[in-house]
């Protein structure tokens, strides 16, 4: 059951992470938005909480570790306890390798595989405390399948990939943990592609895109499972996607 779990979200002020919180809201959950955009998940959290949900929100860069720290303190502050950890924030600024666009494949880690990590950090000793709780982190079919000029992002993904097995093993009997992989999804993702090759390939390739909720409802699948069921990984893409 979902309804009145804690849930913490990362990258909500759009696409999947705002998606996920207005449909996890409606179905009785306890939402906490976090992202660097503070007024859109100000705007987003007032709507869900007028619709009868319940939202706070707190600014996060998952970049650094003390402000997932924060939102996790914010979760246990207002709730008591922090259910589900949706490491959703993530950048893919594409270019082919010989470009050498050093900062973007350093954003793509920090964000991507770092961002990730400390979100598992910011909630794991509360989860083990509690003896429950869900860890979901989002890969991509980038974690899959390798593609020219996505060759960093696809490496950051396949990590999320292998950080969240090794995880499972680990933690397995109390806490859950699932990876979701979309297919090509509704996102601001692709205005971060400064290459204008790569942004093209990418705008023809979104012509067969699924909406943001497609993604939401999977992972609204993923936590309303009986708590001895973890639904261990899901790739949700389009139906006519050739990847």
């Not at 390939?201 to 708590?227: N, Y």
Request: glycine share 8%.
């Amino acid at each position: 059951m979902i309804k009145d779990k804690v849930v913490i979200i990362t990258g909500a002020s759009s696409g999947i992470g705002e998606a996920t919180a207005r449909l996890l809201a409606k179905n009785g959950a306890k939402v906490i938005l976090g992202a660097r955009r503070i007024n859109r998940l100000e705007a987003i959290a007032k709507e869900i909480n007028a619709e009868g949900g319940i939202a706070e929100y707190h600014a996060l860069d998952v970049t650094e570790r003390k402000q997932l720290e924060a939102i996790a303190q914010l979760a246990k502050d207002k709730f008591g306890r922090v259910d589900v950890m949706i490491n959703n924030a993530g950048v893919m600024p594409l270019s082919t390798l010989d470009q050498l666009k050093v900062e973007e494949w350093d954003r793509m880690i920090d964000v991507n595989i770092k961002g990730v990590l400390y979100g598992i950090a910011s909630v794991l000793p509360v989860m083990k405390a509690q003896k429950s709780g869900q860890i979901i982190n989002l890969s991509s079919i980038g974690g899959h399948h390798v593609s020219p000029s996505a060759a960093v992002y696809c490496a950051t993904k396949f990590a999320v990939g292998a950080i969240s097995e090794g995880l499972r093993q680990e933690v397995g009997g109390d806490i859950r943990v699932t990876v979701i992989s979309p297919g090509v999804t509704e996102s601001e993702l692709a205005n971060t592609i400064s290459d204008e090759s790569a942004r093209k390939g990418m705008q023809e390739f979104r012509k067969l895109c699924i909406p943001a909720e497609a993604i939401a409802r999977s992972i609204l699948f993923a936590i309303s499972q009986p708590d001895d069921v973890d639904v261990s990984e899901m790739i949700v893409r389009p139906t006519a996607s050739p990847y």
